[in-house]
């Protein structure tokens, strides 16, 4: 039974006990359906060989070989991964495009007794919705919460959540914290990937109750912000933090321990800075590393790096109207999202519920 997607939330999808990625570990690396797992039925060596006989020799001994290898791997993840599922498992299998490679192992697995469903059109349908959902305009009336490095934006963002708030935090589907410094272990995600955590973020919201962001960049790391989320922050109303640079300083020296374990790291990050300062300013932020003088280096990074860069930003993209909620410290953030709660209850805009 083929299963045509209407949306990322599709019911369709609920009707099924496990979803089966078929494509290879590579494919399904770099993205796949939320909860996939992955049963290649052709290895990325496999994929690979069969691909250059069907070029080099003929579609007809690809396939020949193709249909060796798809058998020998379905019988081995019938014998293990699904030998303890009964009678009633119901799966849902996809490929790239719904072809060859899901048809061949739902037609083993249907076979054998289990109600098989195939996703028509595979992943290559389902990234379709995906770039769809994060290109189009967000559904719901989006605020950004705004404010300079080290002013514990994402952390204040987690407490709103927990409060209750409609909140989507971009760097956490990004593993990054969106500074040169911001590398989180695990690395990041692939486009797609990240593409598809987003999706599935935005398809959830509520339509009717403001959203809530982080100020960034049209990048995170290396990751590219979709044009639907990167417009509507562009255009969103602000609640700016306003917190006294050495607050922030010792905040960034605590949040980023681990990336000071490395100074050699830390160093060769500070380098990477150079076509951007003076080399008297490079060489007394690296004294700083040597010394291990983490509050200092957090502090000079922010007052003539990147306190700059957000001020040029926020010119851009903040017409000074919204609210400013000033922190004297960020020892509690719970009170601080408290204020930015009540800054926020201050706001009136059409069509929002709170």
Known sequence: MDIRLTSLSDPA?????????????AEYAEDHLPGAINLPVLSDEERAQVGTIYKQVSPFDARKLGGAMVA?????????PLSGFGGGWRPLVYCWRGGQRSGAFATILSQIGWRVGRLEGGYKAWRALVVERVAAAVAAPVLVLDGNTGSAKTKILHRLAARGHQVI????????????????PGGQPSQKRFESRLAMALEALDPARPLLVEAESSRIGELNLPRGIWQAIIAAPRIRLAVPVAARAAYTAHAYAEACADPEAVARIVNLLRPAHPAERIADWLRMVDAADWN????????????????????????????????????????????????????RMPGWRR
């Open 13 to 25: 999808l609920a009707g099924f006990d496990t979803v089966i990625d078929t494509r290879s570990p």
């Open 72 to 80: 020998a791997n379905a019988a081995r993840h019938i014998a293990g």
């Open 169 to 184: 935090d971009l760097e956490g589907l990004a593993n990054h914290r969106g500074s040169l410094f911001g590398a989180l």
């Open 296 to 347: 200092g280096l957090a502090e000079g990074l922010m007052r003539d790096h990147y306190d700059p860069r957000y001020e040029k930003h926020r010119a851009r993209h903040d017409d000074g109207c919204g609210p400013v909620v000033a922190l004297e410290s960020l020892d509690d953030l719970d009170a601080a999202a408290a204020q930015v709660e009540a800054a926020l209850a201050g706001l």
